[in-house]
């Protein structure tokens, strides 16, 4: 495999795939200088998926680390933050005195990041502090798929309809998906406006063109007849979700992972059942979709 010399202590090895890198000699506790920030930023214009295994951080580490990619979020979710860290969101399926600790079945459809906001999550860093384990095996991995290929093999009839067209995005519609296909629920369900953003969008940084449509927030095509609107996505889901275009993270306890929510989509898969698994998560803020 390729790697990639980023400077004299640090190294890119690309995954091979459409997506994906591991960042090599790096250690993000404490933050990073500029010039250690910038290979973090290029790897991620370049892979779209990076991870920094073997790190060891508590949570204002993974903060100061976070915010060298831009400006963090505060999740609306803040019973389901870090205590002392309200950037940092627990993910978890962790249960205590009959409450969960933090956010249940996240990202259990295809999806990007905040996508239901006017200005979505540029970048997320999630951060493994417990990884469930079945026979010497680890569980609920992370499939990604690169929304870049996903349009440049778009076949010529969907290219044709998807050009300049808009999308819904709805945190209402992510929510029902999830009751529709037996999924927990996070709470305030319909307390967030919909928003439009172009079915194809232009990354801020490398000029490329990414499907932004996903099956777990897009609701409909604006201006389109509903039952027309349902069997374009319908189409257009199933061209992204080809097996080709999917990589998948194994994840190990340490593991420091950054996405690129522009060109990547992801899905969290729970195939873990009740084993315990915990990780956290920071997001940054991105661009106005064009």
């Known amino acids: 495999m390729e790697t990639h010399e980023a400077s004299a202590s640090i190294s890119v090895v690309p995954s091979g795939k459409t997506l994906g890198a591991e960042i090599v000699g790096m250690n993000a506790a404490g ?34 680390f976070s915010a060298m990619l831009g400006k963090l979020r505060v999740s609306f979710l803040s019973d389901m933050t870090v205590p002392g860290a309200p950037e940092l969101m627990v993910v978890s399926n962790i249960v205590r005195d009959g409450k969960p600790i933090g956010l249940v079945d996240a990202g259990a459809l295809w999806h990007t990041d905040g996508s239901y906001l006017p200005r979505p999550d540029m970048y997320t860093v999630l951060y493994a502090l417990q990884v469930p384990e079945r026979d010497g095996r680890t569980l609920g991995p992370t499939a990604f798929l690169s929304a870049v290929h996903a349009y440049e093999t778009l076949p010529d009839d969907l290219r044709a309809q998807v050009e300049g067209a808009r999308a819904v995005h709805s945190w209402s519609h992510h929510i029902r998906r999830k009751q529709e296909t037996g999924f927990k629920a996070p709470p305030k369900a319909d307390d967030k406006p919909d928003v439009e953003h172009p079915v194809v969008r232009i ?26 609107s349902d069997e374009l996505l319908q189409r257009l889901f199933a061209h992204i979700k080809r097996p080709e275009g999917i990589h998948r993270h194994e994840w190990q306890v340490g593991d420091l992972l950054i996405w690129d929510n522009c060109s990547t989509q992801h899905l969290a898969i729970t195939d873990y059942g009740d084993l315990p698994r915990k990780l956290h998560r920071a997001g940054v803020e991105g661009p106005v979709p064009v």
Not at 36 to 41: D, G, K, L, T, Y
Not at 42 to 50: E, H, N, T
């Open 31 to 64: 933050g990073l200088d500029e010039a250690s920030a910038a290979i973090v930023r290029k790897a991620l214009d370049d892979y779209g998926v990076v991870v920094l295994r073997g790190q060891r951080l508590e949570p204002k580490d993974q903060v100061a």
């Open 203 to 228: 990354h801020p940084h490398t000029g490329r063109k990414c499907l932004f449509v996903t099956e777990g927030h897009t609701k409909a095509i604006v201006g389109m007849p509903q039952a027309q």
